[in-house]
């Protein structure tokens, strides 16, 4: 192996540990420690603290609290306990895990942190995405070398009078640095450095794997520059490179640590509590939807994304009216790059798993060119006015005359929105209502065309075979053999004003983007004849009667907006009662969600709009916290359970997938996804200085790609704290490992596993519980001990059950 396959090979090694992080505008939820997850839980937290210093267990009175409210089942703790041979008293354990909180961190050398510091301000300039107005110059030839162009002007750099004194490349700078050190020692050395501020890491890592991002494109840069600039400026400041590393044979605490004994008690009751509400009488002719008669039919069927905040939704509009709900991930399967009507950029539209396979872009229809004209005038002037004031704001000389001149008016609508924020929503949908929406006269370009994009790398549109196969997989994933009227695929979406974290309130599986879109693509694909005639000779027969709609639901305030430009006159009435049905649904859920605030429910839906619209608020919603388990299933297991928006709900009908290949779809692709955004979530709850964001009041938004605390320093990676906590004291999200509840044969289910052990490995190892409700078992339940070995669990019976 040459000396610099070496050298790229160690990098790739050592960049293992850190995960990916994406910009704040295409948030994407994930594992912060998903390069330990080849680890059994204990051990990984264990090594994560070595490494990036954050704790990977709840604090003790996390638990104290969980088990002074009952959430934590004495029975299930005193087994687990028993199990690991701890003969303790459950206080007792408490007060030693509190005596043992001492802080444990390691200070850094004053030269490191100004290796960080100095580091930090170079990467913001450098990896800004449009927000700054003076962009950093040279970015086009690539970090490193932007940089040693330009280090000799910066007076935080000592030593460095001209640029011809450092290496000429970033290759030549990392073997100047490692020149007196063995190669044996550069991975670690490596995975040091690389994980110092493992926020820049990751949005590098990112950025440098996504050969189709234009700002990588205009500002390239990799790990090995870097590597480059970091160990040359540690030279010039003195601090050190080398670093002894996490010892894997260090004497740590042996076996389970009693911290997880209690973190795995919790998930056991709350797992039993799952189960007991869960229906398991739904047996071998159980399925989401079957052949039904007329009578049996219902008036509308509405799938949502499996997002937590769909299950709150889904029962306000099941008890509405005669609706059927489905949960399927919420880019609906379509693999997209995706570019609205009047967007700038493109966005892929898919979870980041999955590579985009197609280019869609919204085209207007030629028969309404009136609206579009209308659109295009009113959108024209709104943009010009938005670009006339931020030119105002941000110009040197323009400022001072725009505060002269309009000072009291802008004073007066700041105040405005400040103290009424309610007004500020009324004056926005009375203006979106003048304005027709781009979804009423632009249909998205399905078909396929001869030509690539511009770019080449993705054909636009998709084959009949392919559009036929988006809406089979759907509906077999989904186990539909019968449909209604109407079906409507309903995409989520945000909104809140001033909020740096809004991408992490939209669609995960649409890669923090609107999940509106999605819909209107497979209802699109669905309307079509040519794709309904070809599934019927796939075995999936349409009713001629049976028309596909696109809605997307605003989490934030829980109102569903139809795309209903292009229904027919025949379901017309359908739709209008669909409607006033959903304007039901929307003040059962707000009045839910709004309980915990102390709003009266006739207020609720005011209450929403409130929090959309004020730029001062923290927690414009709660997003997915308390996020703890995954049913994959018919909906009749859980239909008419308050599951607490607490369960991603994934439909499933084992008697329709004689192969299990639509839950082998499911287990290897959402089920993966959610285990992201599950630990995400527990990370960020249990340290999140170092796993989440802290405090938006401090939070200091950089270059369009993430915030900071305060003024400097690393790229803050998760969720702030405002999104976990009720108050300083007060956790909201209770951090727990996911569970997921399958409905289908056990054998079922261990084949899957045995055939991808990239999956069985997340359970095998901790990372997440399994359980199995077998309907040729007459419902019994099976707990996965790992290894591809289940255990009977008890449950119980039929009469006692509630």
């Known amino acids: 192996m040459t000396h610099n396959h070496y050298l790229d090979d160690s990098i790739e090694r050592a960049a293992e540990t850190v995960g990916s992080v994406w910009p704040l505008h295409s948030f994407v939820t994930a594992n912060p420690l998903s390069g330990f997850e080849d680890r059994p839980f204990h051990e990984a937290v264990a090594e994560a603290e070595a490494t990036f210093g954050g ?110 004194a450092l290496p000429e490349t970033a290759t030549e700078a990392l073997e100047a640095a490692l020149s007196d050190r063995p190669q044996g020692e550069w991975e670690d050395l490596f995975e040091h450095h690389l994980a ?37 400026l540690s030279d010039l ?33 709350y797992r039993q509590r799952l189960l007991d509400d869960i229906d398991r009488t739904v047996g071998e002719e159980a399925g989401d939807s079957g052949d039904e008669t007329d009578d049996e039919r219902p008036a509308a069927q509405l799938v949502f994304c499996i997002d937590t905040r769909s299950e709150i939704i889904r029962r306000h509009v099941e008890a509405a009216g005669a609706y059927e709900t489905h949960g399927y991930a919420g880019f609906f399967g379509v693999p997209m790059r995706y570019q609205g009507y009047d967007d700038d950029v493109e966005i892929d539209a898919c979870p980041p798993i999955v590579d985009p396979q197609h280019r869609v872009v919204d085209r207007p229809e030629a028969r309404k ?20 004031l931020k030119a105002l704001k941000t110009n040197v000389a323009a400022a001072f005359a725009f505060v002269e001149g309009a000072g009291g008016a802008y004073g007066a609508a700041m105040a405005t929105r400040t103290l009424s924020p309610e007004t500020v929503h009324d004056a926005v949908d009375a203006i979106d209502s003048r304005i027709p929406s781009s979804a009423d006269f632009c249909t998205p370009t399905v078909d396929r065309h001869d030509h690539a994009h511009a770019g080449g790398d993705l054909p636009q549109g998709m084959t009949l075979g392919e559009k ?33 974290f809004e991408a992490s309130l939209d669609c995960g599986a649409c890669a923090g983007n609107p999940g509106g879109p999605s819909a209107r693509v497979l209802a699109t694909i669905c309307n ?78 005011r209450e929403t709009e409130r929090r959309a619209a004020d730029w001062a608020e923290t927690r414009p919603e709660w997003g997915l916290a308390g996020n703890a388990s995954f049913v994959i299933g018919p909906r009749d297991l859980t239909a008419g359970t308050d599951l607490d928006g607490r369960a991603f709900l994934h439909s499933y009908d084992w008697t329709t997938d004689p192969e299990g290949e639509a839950l082998e779809a499911i287990m290897t692709g959402p089920l993966v996804v959610t285990q992201w955004i599950n630990n995400q979530y527990y990370f960020a709850t249990v340290d999140n200085a170092v796993y989440g964001s802290g405090s938006k009041v401090t939070q200091n938004p950089v270059g369009n790609v993430g915030v900071l605390q305060g003024n400097g320093g690393d790229l803050m990676t998760g969720l702030p704290l405002q999104s976990l906590q009720v108050d300083d004291e007060r956790v909201y999200h209770q951090p727990l490992r996911l569970t997921a509840v399958i409905h289908a044969p056990t054998e079922r289910v261990t084949g899957i596993l045995a ?48």
């Not at 690991?84 to 408490?94: F, K």
């Open 468 to 500: 036929a196969t988006y809406a089979e997989t759907a509906f077999d994933l989904m186990g539909w053999e019968g449909f209604a009227r109407l079906v409507v695929f309903t995409g989520h979406a945000s909104e809140t004003t001033n909020n740096p």
């Open 55 to 164: 704790r990977g267990y709840p604090h003790p009175s996390v638990f104290r609290t969980a088990w002074a409210e009952g959430r934590i089942d004495p029975e299930a703790l005193r087994s687990e306990l028993d199990d690991h041979g701890v003969d303790r008293d459950p206080e007792a354990l408490l007060e030693d895990m509190e005596a043992a909180e001492a802080d444990s961190g390691t200070d850094t050398d004053d030269a490191t942190a100004e290796v960080d510091r100095v580091l930090s301000k170079w990467l913001a300039a450098f990896l800004d995405e449009g927000k700054a107005e003076w962009a950093m110059p040279n970015r086009e030839e690539g970090f490193y070398a932007a940089w040693r162009e330009l280090a000799p002007y910066d007076s935080d750099v000592p030593g460095c009078q001209r640029s011809s």
């Open 528 to 605: 079509d004849p040519e794709v309904q005639a070809e599934l019927r000779e796939r075995g999936i027969d349409i009713p001629e009667d049976t028309h596909f709609l696109a809605a997307e639901h605003n989490t934030t305030t829980d109102e569903i907006t139809l795309f209903d430009a292009g229904v027919p006159e025949s379901h017309r009435e359908d739709v209008d009662r669909l409607r006033a049905d959903l304007e039901e649904a929307r003040a059962g859920a707000t009045a839910e969600r709004t309980e915990s605030m102390a709003v009266d429910a006739d207020d609720s839906v």
């Open 196 to 232: 110092a501020l493992p926020g820049w890491t990751g949005l590098v890592k990112q950025r440098a794997s996504d050969g189709a991002s234009p700002w990588q494109a205009e500002a390239p840069i990799s790990l090995t520059d870097y590597l480059a600039v970091r160990l040359t």
């Open 369 to 388: 060119v009136d609206e579009t004209d209308t659109y295009d005038l009113s959108i024209g002037v709104v943009s010009a006015a938005r670009k006339h």
């Open 237 to 269: 400041l003195d601090a050190p490179v080398a670093h002894e590393g996490f010892d894997a044979d260090a004497d740590h605490e042996e076996g389970v640590p009693i911290p997880e004994i209690w973190l795995t008690a919790w998930e056991q009751s």
């Open 755 to 802: 055939r991808h052990p990239e999956v069985a490995r997340l359970f095998d190892n901790g990372w997440l519980d399994l359980s199995v409700i077998d309907p040729t078992q007459d419902g019994d339940r099976f707990h996965y001990q790992g290894d591809l070995e289940w255990e009977p669990t008890l449950r119980t019976p039929v009469a006692q059950t509630h």
